[in-house]
């Protein structure tokens, strides 16, 4: 099931939406591998009936949360926004506005490189901070992607007409870090930014 049409504004079109990525159900499957070899040997051996009953149940239960943890993961990409959604009767999510979005970096294992996996890390302004998100398909190219909506989400604010004037802007700045909600670092980075006219 994808991202329903109703949670988008009147102008937000979706991008790009996807799962994690199959890796990640790695375990799940090496333990469906090892349940089927070991239940070949229980058919050898002529092993009685709540043999197989335990096998299945212990199966399941290491199997059936990975799964669904999979299955109700999503990340979407809109005009406006990166969104991720989790969880099946618990949910979580998290939103991150893309004119808020500083920087985009990406990481890759040996083993994720020639899977084609890897993780996403995204440094955002204001009470976002940083959110690392694992398992992302071609993490390069949604990286690539990012950036490539993130400019052109701040060049249609621009022309709108919607962005704040510069002191505006950093007078904001000046009360996140205030209040804390920016460290002294963040603070000179996005002043520097704003002073740059990025």
């Given at each position: 099931?994808?991202?329903?049409?109703?949670?988008?504004?009147?102008?937000?079109?979706?991008?790009?939406?996807?799962?994690?990525?199959?890796?990640?159900?790695?375990?799940?499957?090496?333990?469906?591998?090892?349940?089927?070899?070991?239940g070949?040997?229980?058919?050898?051996?002529?092993?009685?009936?709540w043999?197989?009953?335990?096998?299945?149940?212990?199966?399941?239960?290491?199997?059936?949360?990975?799964?669904?943890?999979?299955?109700?993961?999503?990340?979407?990409?809109?005009?406006?926004?990166?969104?991720?959604?989790?969880?099946?009767?618990?949910?979580?999510?998290?939103?991150?506005?893309l004119?808020?979005?500083?920087?985009?970096?990406?990481?890759?294992?040996?083993?994720?490189?020639?899977?084609?996996?890897?993780?996403?890390?995204?440094?955002?302004?204001?009470?976002?901070?940083?959110?690392?998100?694992?398992?992302?398909?071609?993490?390069?190219?949604?990286?690539?992607?990012?950036?490539?909506?993130?400019?052109?989400?701040?060049?249609?604010m621009?022309?709108?007409?919607?962005?704040?004037?510069?002191?505006?802007?950093?007078?904001?700045?000046?009360?996140?870090?205030?209040?804390?909600?920016?460290?002294?670092?963040?603070?000179?980075?996005?002043?520097?930014?704003?002073?740059?006219?990025?």
């Amino acid at each position: 099931m994808g991202y329903p049409d109703r949670l988008l504004s009147d102008d937000e079109t979706i991008v790009s939406e996807f799962r994690p990525h199959w890796s990640g159900l790695l375990r799940e499957i090496l333990f469906v591998l090892g349940a089927f070899a070991i239940g070949v040997i229980l058919v050898m051996i002529d092993a009685p009936s709540w043999a197989y009953v335990a096998l299945l149940i212990l199966l399941f239960l290491f199997v059936i949360g990975g799964v669904i943890k999979w299955i109700t993961t999503l990340h979407v990409i809109t005009t406006e926004r990166v969104i991720y959604r989790a969880g099946f009767i618990a949910k979580r999510g998290k939103e991150i506005p893309l004119e808020v979005v500083n920087d985009i970096a990406f990481n890759q294992t040996i083993f994720e490189k020639l899977f084609g996996t890897g993780d996403l890390l995204i440094e955002s302004a204001g009470t976002h901070g940083q959110s690392r998100y694992r398992d992302i398909p071609t993490p390069e190219e949604v990286q690539s992607l990012l950036y490539q909506v993130r400019e052109d989400r701040i060049r249609d604010m621009r022309a709108d007409g919607v962005t704040e004037s510069r002191a505006s802007q950093l007078e904001k700045l000046s009360n996140l870090h205030d209040e804390g909600k920016l460290s002294d670092e963040e603070f000179e980075q996005e002043k520097n930014r704003l002073l740059r006219g990025d």
